[in-house]
C-alpha cells in the first residue's frame, strides 16, 4: 500500500502514475465530488486506517467523523489524528453505521458497500438517508460488476472476503430509489483498479521475504494468487468501480458538473 494505507482502487489521472499519486487524486476526485463547505459536518462509513477522514479535515476545513468494526484500524486512526493535531475535529468510533446517530451535511463511503450484502442494501440507502442532512450530499465509492447481479467466486468468499459481494448498478440503484435518494452522478472506473491491483501485486513479491517471515509461505501465495486474479478480473473481466453520488433534495447541489473538475484542479498536489 501506499504511506497513507489506502487500500481501495485509486484514481489515475496517467497510466503512468505512481501509486502514492494516484492514491492522492483518488480522494481530490472523491473530495471534489463532495463539494464541501468550511465547518460541515461529515461521515466517514468505513474509515479504514483514517486516510480519508483526515484528508477531509485537512483539505476542506470540516469535523468527521470515521467508523470501523476493526479495533486495530480505530487505533491507529486515532493515533493519526492526535500526531496532527486534529483528535477534537477528526474523530472515530468502533461502532455499526447502523448504529449511528445525528445529522450530517456530507456522507462518504469507500470500499465498505462491497461488504453489506444485497438483502441489506434497502436498510443501507434508509439509514444513510436519515442521517444526511436535508441539503447534503453522499459519494459512495464501491467495486461492482458489469452487466447483472452474479455471486462471489469460491476462493475469494472463502479466503480474502467471507460475505463480500460486488453489486451490479441496477441492483445499487434499485435500493435507492426505494429509499428516495436522488443519485445525482454515476461514473464508472474502467482500469484503475487494474492499474492499483497490477502495482500492489508488484510491490507484493517485492516483500515477499518480509511477508514470509511475518506470516509463511501459504499466507503470501494466497494473496499473490488473489491479487493477480484480481487484477485480471478488472483489466479483462466483468469488474469495474462505481462512484455514485446522491442527494435528497435537487438543489444541493451546483446544477453543471463544472465545480468538480475545478476543485479537483485545485486540491491535486496537495498530498
Known amino acids: 500500500l501506499d504511506a497513507d494505507r489506502q487500500y481501495s482502487c485509486a484514481y489515475y489521472t496517467d497510466p503512468a502514475n505512481s501509486l502514492e499519486q494516484a492514491q492522492s487524486d483518488k480522494k481530490a476526485h472523491i473530495v471534489a465530488k463532495l463539494n464541501l463547505k468550511p465547518g460541515q459536518r461529515v461521515l466517514d462509513i468505513g474509515?479504514?486506517?483514517?486516510?480519508m477522514a483526515l484528508y477531509l479535515n485537512r483539505v476542506a476545513d470540516v469535523d468527521v467523523l470515521g467508523v470501523t468494526l476493526s479495533e486495530e484500524q480505530l487505533k491507529v486512526a486515532r493515533t493519526r489524528a492526535e500526531a496532527v493535531g486534529v483528535a477534537d475535529?477528526?474523530?472515530?468510533?468502533?461502532i455499526d453505521y447502523r448504529r449511528v446517530e445525528g445529522q450530517f451535511d456530507r456522507i462518504v463511503s469507500v470500499g465498505m458497500f462491497e461488504h453489506v450484502g444485497p438483502r441489506h442494501y434497502r436498510d443501507f440507502f434508509f439509514k444513510t438517508r436519515s442521517l444526511l442532512a436535508t441539503d447534503g450530499v453522499m459519494l459512495l465509492h464501491t467495486i461492482g460488476r458489469m452487466g447483472n447481479p452474479g455471486t462471489t467466486d469460491p476462493f475469494t468468499a472463502k479466503y480474502i472476503f467471507p460475505g463480500g459481494y460486488n453489486p451490479a448498478l441496477s441492483e445499487i440503484v434499485a435500493a435507492s430509489?426505494?429509499?428516495?435518494m436522488i443519485c445525482s452522478d454515476v461514473e464508472v472506473l474502467r482500469l484503475h483498479y487494474a492499474l492499483t491491483l497490477e502495482e500492489w501485486y508488484a510491490r507484493t513479491n517485492a516483500a515477499r521475504d518480509a511477508i514470509i517471515d511475518l506470516y509463511d509461505e501459504r499466507f503470501f501465495r494466497l494473496w499473490q494468487f488473489y491479487l493477480a486474479g484480481a487484477a485480471s478480473a478488472f483489466r479483462y473481466?466483468?469488474?469495474v468501480n462505481f462512484q455514485l453520488q446522491y442527494v435528497r433534495n435537487r438543489y444541493a447541489l451546483p446544477i453543471t458538473r463544472d465545480y468538480i473538475g475545478e476543485t479537483e484542479k485545485n486540491l491535486r498536489g496537495q498530498g
Do not use: Y
Open 237 to 239: 473481466g466483468g469488474l
Open 47 to 51: 474509515c479504514g486506517w483514517g486516510g
Open 177 to 180: 430509489q426505494q429509499a428516495r
Open 89 to 94: 475535529r477528526v474523530k472515530f468510533e468502533l
